[in-house]
């Protein structure tokens, strides 16, 4: 079985290539799960709440009965998952509300890092070595760069930028909770895929039962349903992925991975969105996955 073979690479070498290989992947799959929330014909909610549907249907068999249930010890891990993933969503649509993708993404995603690395220092007692520290500088200094770049550049959304640049950089901090929430959780249970497949089901709810309550609901259109499947498997992917590197290694590593996913971010915006990309934008691009090398190799 899968859950097998994670546990057998689990603190090994093997375990630290598949973590970096997890959470690259994660990274990339964030960004084309945010550009198809922000982008298209929908707005953000409705974008998330299609989403979190398809994820919920996909999710709740595979939960209740191909995973094992969770210990009757460690409900509170997934309660307080279902909270913190909950706050999270909103913020994070609420900032797409009101900002343009390629500034408000680069400043969730380097408030998030650092946050994280200095949680998982306290959590788990992951420590960074000095060139690790630079890394994350390197890093910080090309995410927060991109947005000044994006901001200074960008005629759409100007009027909501302020309070979209705030939501951001809270919405930057949940990433940094849930992430070091999250690595706590699906390392306190035996299977990861229990914790995975809870996980999913149970932070899907909430968007569609809002919308329900508010009388949002109406017959989807083919175009919604496709973006919800989509939305569903890129997600399983993301989040997937990214849990399980932070269980077979370091948290604050694969947390500074994954934020190249703003590199990844400003590709999409330039090909789908039509966001124009240039040659200034390309070296802090640069610097944001330089940053990252540093990190990785630096320990």
């Given at each position: ?109 380097g408030t998030g890092p650092l946050f ?93 039962l809002i919308a329900a309550l508010r ?85």
């Amino acid at each position: 079985m899968l859950s097998d073979w994670i546990l057998s690479i689990e603190g090994t070498p093997a375990g630290h290539d598949a973590a970096l290989a997890l959470a690259l992947a994660a990274a990339f799959l964030h960004a084309l799960f945010g550009a198809l929330q922000k982008g298209g014909r929908y707005d953000p909610w409705t974008s998330r709440t299609a989403m979190d549907v398809a994820i919920f249907a996909i999710s709740t068999p595979i939960a209740l009965f191909v995973v094992p249930w969770p210990p009757a010890g460690l409900w509170w891990v997934l309660l307080g998952t279902v909270v913190i993933q909950f706050v999270y969503k909103a913020l994070q649509g609420a900032t797409y509300q009101r900002g343009a993708y390629t500034v408000v993404y680069p400043v969730v995603r380097g408030t998030g890092p650092l946050f994280t690395v200095l949680g998982a220092g306290i959590i788990f007692g992951e420590v960074f070595t000095a060139t690790q520290w630079a890394g994350v500088a390197i890093l910080i200094a090309g995410l927060f760069g991109l947005s000044a770049y994006n901001l200074a550049k960008i005629t759409v959304d100007r009027a909501t930028l302020a309070p979209a640049l705030g939501l951001a950089v809270a919405t930057g901090f949940l990433v940094a909770v849930y992430t070091t929430w999250n690595a706590f959780g699906i390392r306190s249970m035996a299977d990861p895929f229990t914790f995975l497949a809870w996980f999913f089901m149970l932070t899907s709810w909430d968007f569609p039962l809002i919308a329900a309550l508010r009388g949002r609901w109406r017959r989807p259109e083919a175009s919604l349903v496709r973006l919800g499947l989509t939305g569903a498997i890129v997600a399983f992917g993301s989040f997937g992925s990214i849990m399980l590197a932070t269980r077979l290694d370091s948290v604050g590593e694969a947390a500074i991975l994954r934020e190249t996913s703003t590199v990844f971010a400003a590709l999409i915006g330039w090909v789908l969105l039509k966001e124009a990309v240039g040659p200034r934008r390309l070296i802090l691009m640069s610097l944001i996955a330089l940053g990252a090398v540093v990190v990785e190799f630096g320990g």
